[in-house]
């Protein structure tokens, strides 16, 4: 069974179609990228699968549970974790206080302590790279910063499923290569993942299936080097590739 599923997802505004029909399903442990040029629905896709928008038609099921719609606390609870394109942290607090929000809210049994739900963030911290930021604000971090910062409050409910939502655009190439890194350290501790980024070379070295989205619908969907050799994605996507 697919820790998620997503059948017939389709999204409409008004007359626009964001997603028609889309069919994509996730197994345990894997890391799927997910690519398409702008426009083509990758984030609406995410919204949906997160439960932060409800389709205009299809289901979301994770580990056999459906979870169409929403609310996106449901799918946190879950084991759902999400970051986003723009990062949005809690401006006002602390980058470590941003962490333990997830850490009290998901984990107060596990951590009774205080002290213990503090440790758990710091940690959490060190692992993507914040250890030294645990005191600042998170609206005066840099982008980069911000991103590690989102990743940090996604780990912080433990999730089995991480949606990813472009952790590397805008960041400068030592950043990217940081991102490589948590990729690859998420893949190691067995967290499932779908990604989105713009650039096909840097998924195509973490993840081991590649889906691509076009005009709301699935155009592709295989090992990265097949995927790369598909003439309908090189019309749809490659053109863009950074």
């Known amino acids: 069974m697919p820790i998620l599923e997503g059948r017939g997802l389709s999204v409409a505004f008004g007359g626009l179609s964001a997603l028609r029909g889309v069919d994509v399903a996730l197994e345990e442990h894997?890391?799927?990228?997910l690519l398409g040029p702008n426009g083509s629905g990758?984030?609406?896709l995410f919204d949906v699968l997160g439960g932060l928008r409800r389709p205009t038609s299809?289901?979301?099921w994770f580990r056999g549970e459906r979870i169409t719609g929403g609310p996106p606390w449901v799918a946190g609870?879950?084991?759902i974790g999400r970051t986003f394109q723009i990062?949005?942290?809690?401006?006002?607090l602390t980058a470590l206080d941003s962490v333990l929000v997830g850490v009290t809210f998901r984990h107060r049994q596990r951590y009774g302590r205080a002290a213990d739900r503090r440790a758990e963030a710091e940690r959490l911290l060190a692992l993507v790279g914040l250890g030294d930021?645990?005191?600042a604000r998170a609206a005066a971090l840099s982008l980069g910063e911000m991103k590690r910062l989102e990743l940090a409050m996604a780990l912080s409910s433990r999730?089995?499923?991480?949606?990813?939502?472009?952790l590397a655009s805008g960041l400068s190439p030592k950043g990217r290569e940081e991102v490589l890194l948590f990729y690859a350290r998420l893949r190691e501790r067995g967290t499932t993942i779908f990604a989105v980024e713009h650039s096909f070379g840097l998924l195509a070295r973490v993840a081991n299936r590649m889906l691509v989205l076009d005009q709301g619908q699935i155009v592709a969907d295989g090992p990265p080097a097949a995927v790369l050799a598909s003439p309908?994605?090189?019309a749809a996507y490659m053109g863009e590739e950074e």
């Open 30 to 33: 894997e890391v799927v990228g």
């Open 42 to 44: 990758k984030s609406t």
């Open 58 to 60: 299809g289901e979301v």
């Open 77 to 79: 609870r879950l084991g």
């Open 87 to 92: 990062p949005r942290p809690f401006a006002g």
């Open 133 to 135: 930021k645990a005191g």
């Open 159 to 166: 999730p089995a499923l991480l949606l990813l939502d472009e």
């Open 232 to 234: 309908r994605v090189a």
